[in-house]
């Protein structure tokens, strides 16, 4: 029986009734599994990508570990002081100033095979770096750090025109997962600028028009049929973080987008060639359409997030108690640095990122009180309500 199917003759209550069991189950398995991803020397604070990696503790591990372990309520009962002092002085003495942040562990050996030219690092990959250091100094110290500036080479406070035609000429139509994450963390640039009164409010709003702009009206999703659905999704995932969630600006076609994300869950091959990232993005963006579609199919994604936690915790964890990015195998990249052996085992990323959509569904199922699985998902604070009036008003109607 294909998923929709059974999704669809299932009664929900039945469902939940099995995934909280899977959750439950889950907690001693993932609190083993981090135990053995801790750093080579126990060194306090820091973390491994897997069991068997081709890197010793680094930013991007210890990022992930640390969310993971947030979304299924173990951080209090793993993380100790000693953790959080000596995992903020090791940031810390990472950064190399103007909040740019160099890990030996990922900088100092290239990645097997890497293009004799293209650098090392990518600028993209020093803006991830700066990204996942910061998100460390945010969870152990409890409190939000002003964000990373842009890496050198792309577009400055001073230069936000620039900022403008660098989002409008991303790869949209070829790579729209890139070219949604680039243009959203532009943006969002374009945004704190204007807060810190930097740049006026224009560039901004020309950022948040083009978006919509460019917004498919026949599925809803950014990107054409000249890419996969998933990659689509993908894209769609990347700027909702800002547009959805911080700027809380209205979405056309919220229903368009359920329906798509619904056949991408009831692909035949969906758990097949499903990776972490493509669930954690399809809850996401489901979930956030979903606010905006006045109970569309409403019964039926109860019944899909009862039975994606059940599915999700029966095939992607694994024996040594981690998740895995596909069925099959860890996740062995990173933004394009080597980081464990293609091997059936847990990883950080997939952690992080597989909890992640699994708390949509502990929310949307409002299993909170059954587990210890937080049920918490969402990635901003939304801006002040004056400030979303105010660019509501000038996206929308241009006054």
């Known amino acids: 029986m294909n998923a929709k199917s059974f999704i669809q003759k299932s009664k929900v209550d039945d469902l939940k009734e099995q995934a909280v069991e899977r959750l439950n189950k889950s907690i001693e398995r993932i609190k083993d599994w981090v135990w053995k991803v801790r750093a080579e020397d126990q060194s306090a604070g820091k973390f491994r990508w897997s069991v068997e990696t081709t890197r ?40 190399i100033g103007n909040e740019q942040y160099r890990d030996p562990a990922l900088f100092d050996r290239r990645t097997p095979g890497w293009p004799d030219n293209e650098p090392w690092p990518t600028p993209a990959m020093q803006v991830s770096v700066n990204q996942y250091s910061q998100n460390i100094l945010k969870t152990y110290l409890g409190k939000a750090i002003p964000p990373s500036p842009p890496p050198k080479g792309w577009p400055q406070s001073d230069e936000p025109e620039k900022a403008v035609e660098w989002i409008k000429t991303r790869p949209w139509n070829t790579d729209t997962w890139g070219a949604g994450s680039h243009g959203m963390r532009m943006a969002t640039w374009l945004l704190q600028w204007y807060k810190e009164g930097k740049i006026p409010i224009e560039p901004l709003i020309q ?72 669930e954690w993005d399809n809850w996401y963006v489901l979930a956030l359409a979903s606010e905006q579609a006045d109970g569309y199919r409403e019964e039926e994604i109860l019944k899909l997030a009862a039975y994606r936690i059940i599915r999700v915790i029966d095939l992607w964890m694994k024996p040594d108690g981690g998740f895995s990015d596909s069925q099959y195998e860890c996740e062995t990249n990173w933004v394009g640095f080597d980081m464990a052996p293609p091997l059936p085992q847990g990883d950080a990323k997939s952690l992080a990122i597989l909890s992640s959509g699994l708390n949509v569904c502990v929310d949307l199922l409002n299993l909170h009180n059954h587990t210890m699985w937080t049920g918490k998902w969402r990635m901003r604070e939304k801006e002040p309500q004056e400030l979303r009036n105010k660019i509501k008003s000038l996206v929308f109607n241009g006054n």
Do not use: H
């Open 56 to 95: 010793s503790a680094n930013i991007a591990a210890t990022a992930y570990i640390l969310g993971g372990l947030k979304s299924v309520g173990l951080f209090d009962s793993i993380i100790t002081e000693e953790d959080k002092k000596e995992g903020v002085a090791w940031v810390n003495s990472l950064c």
């Open 207 to 278: 950022a948040l028009k083009f978006f919509y702009e460019i917004q498919d009206p026949e599925t809803g999703l950014w990107g054409n049929d000249k890419v996969s659905k998933y990659v689509r999704i993908n894209g769609t995932f990347k700027l909702f973080p800002l547009i959805r969630e911080q700027l809380d600006l209205p979405l056309p076609y919220a229903e368009k987008i359920i329906d798509n994300v619904m056949d991408e869950f009831y692909r035949p091959d969906y758990d097949e060639k499903m990776r972490a990232c493509d």
